[in-house]
């Protein structure tokens, strides 16, 4: 598609300048696990699956999509990091604090090795950074076995949805009920080693230092 | 559909009794936003909406979904609870711990008055239990402005992954490198207040007693 689509609140990422691809950075940024949506056998099917980017990109494991692979089909790559909930005065007003990016295109099989390579390091250091220098690199017959997909991050848009209820200066302020948001604050865990590891091997510093941390940014 | 569809790790929620029905209710429990994906002018659309359930139907708010319902296409709706990081001691098995319902379906437009409300009671209280009874009711004029959409529960499937990376007994266990799970941790966070909201009103106890507690069941 070389002009604007019909689809409501779209952006062609090469068109509308840095603004706008910054938003869409900050959401993949933000995320972990995308959805995406591809068609199989004429009907939608979503799937969640991580999940690398860079500027021009969005890499996504290819196998979760592998029937859907068979024709050059454009799918819809959708990433959602939830911020809490709009606890309203009527129940009517009520709804999410989100930022989402969807993005659509036809995927790309990545083939070059080189490409896998830095697609799949892109996937690994985007879920856990400093994880691709410190695991053993995939070997010559693991790129065999991986399929890759990269879609281009040039059709997106972004939806943030943030700030107080709506209904704070009309009449159902006047009922005195409490109204707000609710924060979610995901944050990772404590490590939790494999029961076959043997005593004395303690997580790195890039692992055991994101304990409290927020899992979004 | 009365047959069992080709999909892979399909079920039929009538079909197979109630071990499969109490996973998906379980992952519907556990989760907050469901990955919608809809059929728009031939190509998957994903967007992000809350949701209630009960044993028959999830419902969902409609309006994200509005263009495609001039057609009563097939929808895929996903719900994924991210559980946490496999860090193994190869790249190649990374991956992450998450449960997942996938549901199939055409969807049903509420337009029952009783109906209605029960499914937007259904939803209020999985996102916020207790804030249905505390905010004030819709009105007859908003219940006319909603959307609410049925997909019945009848067609699902539940992935669930959970346990240590898979190399733990392989070769590369004499790396020496740390493996294991790295947990995500969602809890409610503290509530804020509308800036709008007068002195003096404090979050009711349904809401304050959250922060801290787990947001996924």
Redesign the interface.
């Known amino acids: 598609m070389l002009s604007p689509t019909?689809?409501t609140r779209h952006r062609r990422m090469k068109d509308n300048g840095r603004a706008d691809r910054a938003d869409l950075t900050a959401v993949l940024a933000a995320g972990?696990?995308a959805?995406?949506?591809?068609?199989?056998?004429g009907?939608?099917?979503?799937?969640?699956t991580?999940y690398g980017f860079d500027e021009q990109r969005i890499f996504l494991h290819g196998s979760v999509a592998s029937r859907s692979l068979t024709v050059k089909?454009?799918?819809?790559?959708?990433v959602?990091v939830?911020d809490?909930?709009i606890?309203?005065?009527?129940?009517?007003e009520?709804?999410?604090n989100?930022r989402?990016a969807?993005i659509?295109g036809v995927p790309v099989p990545v083939t070059d090795p080189d490409d896998l390579l830095y697609g799949?390091r892109l996937l690994?250091e985007h879920?856990?950074p400093g994880?691709?220098d410190?695991?053993?690199?995939?070997?010559t017959k693991?790129l065999a076995a991986?399929t890759l997909l990269a879609v281009p991050l040039d059709e997106a848009s972004v939806k943030i949805s943030d700030g107080?209820?709506d209904d704070?200066?009309g009449p159902?302020?006047a009922?005195?009920?409490?109204?707000?948001?609710?924060?979610?604050?995901?944050?990772?865990?404590?490590?939790?080693?494999?029961?076959?590891?043997?005593a004395g091997?303690?997580?790195?510093p890039h692992?055991s230092n994101?304990t409290g941390r927020p899992?979004t940014g």
Chains 1, 2 share one sequence.
Do not use: K
């Not at 009907?43 to 969640?48: E, F, G, L, T």
């Not at 109204?179 to 080693?193: D, E, I, S």
């Not at 091997?201 to 790195?204: D, N, R, S």
């Open positions: 019909p689809r972990l696990v959805h995406l949506g591809v068609l199989v056998d009907h939608p099917m979503v799937v969640p991580v089909n454009e799918v819809c790559v959708t959602t939830l809490g909930l606890l309203a005065r009527s129940v009517f009520h709804g999410i989100y989402s969807m659509y799949l690994t879920v856990a994880q691709w410190y695991a053993r690199p995939p070997s693991e991986t107080p209820p704070g200066d159902d302020a009922l005195g009920l409490w109204a707000g948001r609710l924060p979610v604050a995901a944050t990772w865990g404590t490590p939790v080693a494999d029961p076959l590891l043997p091997i303690e997580p790195p692992i994101r899992i």
